[in-house]
């Protein structure tokens, strides 16, 4: 698989970043489901109108009940997400092709996996969960979930990396190029169907035994969860480490009104909606509950930090700057704008950051901190699910009683070292050079010298392949690395640049899609 070869120019890193970046298509769609599930299914709750009896109103409740429907079938549906965004994601070029036949791939699989049942006779007539079968686009199969779309995706890609500029005979010519790759990606999900009838079941086993192993390191296993997790970000990657615990039988498999449910945050949208539910998953606080302690107070405490040590001087402006990213975090969880502001000037700041993430996440397990989030873990996914859900559910309160001090072992503790080492952090530069990019960042100018910048900076319009983005940063694919200059791209606003070989990830904050259509409308990508 060419994808992951690793060749000349360290482009395993840019291999690495076009399949995490993939994965941002399916995910970005899920906060949205799990804001319309979170409030919907939480307030049509027979527990929450019992609790709060004025949303006993029939028009209101038709309402939760319409919201909690459309943000359900977005969680019951992720295999035909993951497949198609990992395709799309992945193909350099024709991605509505790709996209098309990995749901055609998918359905096919599904349907080669239903015959193969029935032929066997272990196409199960009731209790689906309890045989590890489910029901996939209104097709009864083998639960294959998120990881069935990622094989589809990928298999998907490969066929159209291969066939999609395919010239047949002229007979057939009207069957060749892009018309070609729907019609071999069908042919070849027929044969993914008949493996993974055979293949899924003990792989099954295996990730319920990853779990159980994953389960037996007990709160150690959690500390190096979120210890990794932190240290994954830098890259690009961590969406590749979290998203099977999230969506997977690695993090979990529960019964929910009749349902298996596989993967932490699915169950827990499961549950919101469940009235028999009485505490939610365990596997919450392994997995999702650390995040909050962490991005609504700890990183504050670095930002005041990095505000006391600034120089007396610059104060102002690294106020405004540190105010906005803690802001950020603070609210929506996008953590990027604080951690680029120190990851590059002071690794050490960032790997003892990553080792304080872990011990959120082990805390947050001790106690038993059951709050759910769909992408991050700031105040309104807090507010949505814990606060709304209840105590007795989520022991949401612990959240800011271990924050506070939390706070405090940031500002100390990062205070102590950039004094001690003499970090140049924001503020303290010995020009202006820092700040000035920053500021440029949080201002977020919009003029075609920006984009001339970037553009000049990744090598020239002939250098660069690829271009895409995740929630802060581009994420770039060059064919000469080293006509990269990191200088001009700082020129830009940029807060840090990552590169490996030919990949190259460019930090800008929030508003890095502005930024990406703007490059895309001059590059004509």
């Given at each position: 698989?060419?994808?992951?070869?690793?060749?000349?120019g360290?482009?395993?890193?840019?291999?690495?970043?076009?399949?995490?970046?993939?994965?941002?298509?399916?995910?970005?769609?899920?906060?949205?489901?799990?804001?319309?599930?979170?409030?919907?299914g939480?307030?049509?709750?027979?527990?929450?109108?019992?609790?709060?009896?004025?949303?006993?109103?029939?028009?209101?409740?038709n309402?939760?009940?319409?919201?909690?429907?459309?943000?359900?079938?977005?969680?019951?549906?992720?295999?035909?997400?993951?497949?198609?965004?990992?395709?799309?994601?992945?193909?350099?070029?024709?991605?509505?092709?790709?996209?098309?036949?990995a749901?055609?791939?998918?359905?096919?699989?599904?349907?080669?996996i239903?015959?193969?049942?029935?032929?066997?006779?272990?196409?199960?007539?009731?209790?689906?969960?309890?045989?590890?079968?489910?029901m996939?686009?209104?097709?009864?199969?083998?639960?294959?979930?998120?990881?069935?779309?990622?094989?589809?995706?990928?298999?998907?890609?490969?066929?159209?990396?291969?066939?999609?500029?395919?010239?047949?005979?002229q007979?057939?010519?009207?069957?060749?190029?892009?018309?070609?790759?729907?019609?071999?990606?069908?042919?070849?999900?027929?044969?993914?169907?008949?493996?993974?009838?055979?293949?899924?079941?003990?792989?099954?086993q295996?990730?319920?035994?990853?779990?159980?192993?994953?389960?037996?390191?007990?709160?150690?296993?959690?500390?190096?969860?979120?210890?990794v997790?932190?240290?994954?970000?830098?890259?690009?990657?961590?969406?590749?480490?979290?998203?099977?615990?999230?969506?997977?039988?690695?993090?979990?498999?529960?019964?929910?009104?009749?349902?298996?449910?596989?993967?932490?945050?699915?169950?827990?949208?499961?549950?919101?909606?469940?009235?028999?539910?009485?505490?939610?998953?365990?596997?919450?606080s392994?997995?999702?509950?650390?995040?909050?302690?962490?991005?609504?107070?700890?990183?504050l405490?670095?930002?005041?930090?990095?505000?006391?040590?600034?120089?007396?001087?610059?104060?102002?402006?690294?106020?405004?700057?540190?105010?906005?990213?803690?802001?950020?975090s603070?609210?929506?969880?996008?953590?990027?704008?604080?951690?680029?502001?120190?990851?590059?000037?002071?690794?050490?700041?960032?790997?003892?950051?990553?080792?304080?993430?872990?011990?959120?996440?082990?805390?947050?397990?001790?106690?038993?901190?059951?709050?759910?989030?769909?992408?991050?873990?700031?105040?309104?996914?807090?507010?949505?699910?814990?606060?709304?859900?209840?105590?007795?559910?989520?022991?949401?309160?612990?959240?800011?009683?271990v924050?506070?001090?939390?706070f405090f072992?940031?500002?100390?503790?990062?205070?102590?070292?950039?004094?001690?080492?003499?970090?140049?952090?924001?503020?303290?530069?010995?020009?202006?050079?820092?700040?000035?990019?920053?500021?440029?960042?949080?201002?977020?100018?919009?003029?075609?010298?920006?984009?001339?910048?970037?553009?000049?900076?990744?090598?020239g319009?002939?250098?660069?392949?690829?271009?895409?983005?995740?929630?802060?940063?581009?994420?770039?694919?060059?064919?000469?690395?080293?006509?990269?200059?990191?200088?001009?791209?700082?020129?830009?606003?940029?807060?840090?640049?990552?590169?490996?070989?030919?990949?190259v990830?460019?930090?800008?904050?929030?508003?890095?899609?502005?930024?990406?259509?703007?490059?895309?409308?001059?590059?004509?990508?």
């Amino acid at each position: 698989m060419e994808m992951f070869a690793q060749t000349k120019g360290g482009s395993l890193f840019a291999k690495a970043q076009r399949f995490g970046k993939s994965f941002m298509l399916p995910i970005a769609v899920l906060p949205a489901a799990g804001i319309l599930l979170g409030i919907g299914g939480a307030l049509s709750n027979p527990n929450s109108i019992k609790a709060y009896p004025f949303l006993d109103i029939g028009w209101l409740q038709n309402i939760f009940a319409i919201m909690a429907a459309a943000g359900n079938v977005v969680f019951a549906n992720l295999a035909i997400l993951f497949a198609i965004g990992i395709a799309v994601g992945l193909a350099r070029s024709d991605k509505g092709t790709a996209g098309l036949s990995a749901a055609l791939a998918l359905l096919v699989m599904n349907s080669t996996i239903n015959a193969l049942l029935k032929i066997t006779g272990t196409l199960a007539e009731d209790n689906l969960a309890g045989v590890g079968q489910g029901m996939s686009l209104g097709i009864q199969t083998l639960e294959t979930g998120v990881f069935g779309g990622v094989a589809v995706g990928i298999m998907t890609y490969l066929l159209h990396a291969r066939f999609n500029k395919i010239e047949l005979p002229q007979f057939l010519g009207f069957f060749g190029g892009s018309r070609f790759v729907p019609i071999v990606t069908s042919f070849s999900a027929i044969f993914l169907g008949m493996l993974m009838f055979v293949v899924w079941p003990h792989f099954q086993q295996l990730i319920f035994g990853m779990g159980g192993l994953v389960e037996s390191t007990g709160y150690i296993g959690t500390l190096i969860y979120g210890f990794v997790l932190r240290m994954l970000g830098p890259f690009g990657l961590h969406h590749i480490f979290y998203l099977p615990f999230w969506t997977t039988a690695l993090g979990g498999a529960e019964v929910i009104q009749g349902q298996l449910v596989e993967g932490t945050q699915r169950i827990f949208f499961a549950q919101l909606g469940d009235p028999n539910t009485s505490q939610y998953y365990i596997g919450i606080s392994r997995f999702m509950s650390g995040r909050f302690i962490t991005m609504m107070f700890g990183l504050l405490g670095a930002c005041l930090a990095m505000y006391h040590t600034a120089k007396p001087e610059k104060k102002k402006l690294v106020g405004g700057l540190l105010l906005s990213a803690g802001l950020t975090s603070f609210l929506t969880g996008i953590t990027e704008p604080i951690e680029f502001s120190f990851l590059f000037v002071a690794p050490m700041l960032y790997v003892l950051h990553a080792f304080f993430d872990g011990c959120a996440f082990m805390l947050a397990h001790i106690l038993q901190i059951t709050v759910g989030q769909t992408f991050s873990g700031g105040c309104i996914d807090l507010i949505l699910f814990g606060i709304l859900q209840g105590n007795d559910k989520t022991n949401w309160m612990y959240i800011p009683m271990v924050g506070i001090p939390w706070f405090f072992l940031y500002y100390f503790s990062f205070k102590y070292l950039i004094l001690k080492f003499d970090f140049k952090t924001l503020g303290r530069e010995d020009d202006d050079e820092t700040v000035e990019s920053a500021e440029a960042s949080v201002v977020g100018d919009k003029d075609a010298k920006r984009t001339d910048l970037i553009i000049k900076g990744l090598g020239g319009q002939a250098n660069i392949v690829e271009l895409d983005c995740c929630a802060t940063r581009l994420r770039v694919t060059v064919k000469d690395g080293s006509l990269v200059s990191e200088r001009m791209l700082k020129e830009s606003g940029c807060r840090g640049v990552l590169q490996s070989g030919t990949g190259v990830q460019v930090i800008y904050g929030p508003q890095v899609t502005v930024i990406k259509n703007e490059l895309e409308e001059v590059l004509s990508f």
